[in-house]
């Protein structure tokens, strides 16, 4: 019924850069919340960073002023932009969403398949 489609991951040195992307669709009828979660190894799955309703948005603690997050309403798509990467923000980043799907009352989360972040030393 609903895909996330993410993709921006991948290797880069500290200090460095990168956008993550993530871009749902399907029957899809709005999407209140959107936002970003990483999982490293051995660690629990934690929240990066969210926007509610386009507008309102949530940091960790540890990547405020370095990330931010930003979202296409037109085309359901939501962005992460990551700067002053460090070896402690390596992890796969996972987007999810809060939606309503057309015809069923209620709201659902759905998960991407994960991208991995990796920033060296």
């Known amino acids: 019924q609903v895909q996330l489609v993410e993709s921006g991951g991948g290797l880069v040195q500290a200090g460095g850069s990168l956008r993550l992307s993530c871009a749902a669709s399907?029957?899809?009828?709005?999407?209140?919340?959107m936002g970003w979660y990483r999982q490293a190894p051995g660690k629990q799955r934690e929240l990066v960073a969210r926007?509610?309703?386009?507008?309102?948005?949530n940091y960790a603690d540890s990547v405020k002023g370095r990330f931010t997050i930003s979202r296409d309403n037109a085309n359901n798509t939501v962005r992460l932009q990551m700067n002053s990467l460090k070896p402690e923000d390596t992890a796969v980043y996972y987007c999810?969403?809060?939606?309503?799907?057309?015809?069923?009352?209620?709201?659902?989360?759905?998960w991407g398949q994960g991208t991995q972040v990796t920033v060296s030393s």
């Open positions: 399907g029957s899809i009828a709005s999407i209140n919340v």
């Open positions: 926007i509610i309703s386009g507008i309102s948005t």
């Open positions: 999810t969403a809060d939606l309503r799907l057309i015809g069923l009352p209620g709201t659902y989360r759905y």
